[in-house]
């Protein structure tokens, strides 16, 4: 078993991401949980592959917190084109997953 470490808890420090893993891989983890409050679009994969390369961390998990939390989205919403964004959304998500070559290994 691996354990994984959630980038929530250095949110609101600024710090860069890969500054993020190297902390969570001196408390012990393995693994990251994404969390970010840019859209997954807005994010900068290549520095964060770099980061995990840099580092020997493996993403386990992409962190949706901030669907809701800062662009007010979610699935089930009444309104239409709220459902609407929130699907591209989560569509980002998976491709950025994919693109970070995510697998599911990790407890979380």
């Known amino acids: 078993m691996k354990l994984s470490f959630s980038t929530v808890m ?3 420090t600024n710090l860069p991401c890969s500054e993020v893993i190297a902390r969570a891989v001196t408390l012990g983890y393995e693994g990251v949980e994404l969390n970010f409050k840019v859209r997954p679009t807005e994010l900068d994969i290549e520095t964060v ?3 995990l390369n840099r580092f020997n961390v493996e993403i386990a998990a992409i962190g949706t917190r901030h669907l809701y939390v800062t662009h007010g989205l979610y699935l089930a919403s009444p309104r239409r084109y709220v459902r609407k964004r929130a699907l591209a959304y989560v569509r980002e998500c998976m491709n950025m997953s994919q ?4 697998q599911q290994r990790f407890l979380t």
Do not use: D, G
Request: glycine share 0%; hydrophobic share 20%.
């Open 99 to 102: 693109r970070l070559n995510c």
């Open 49 to 51: 592959k770099e980061a």
């Open 10 to 12: 250095y949110e609101e």
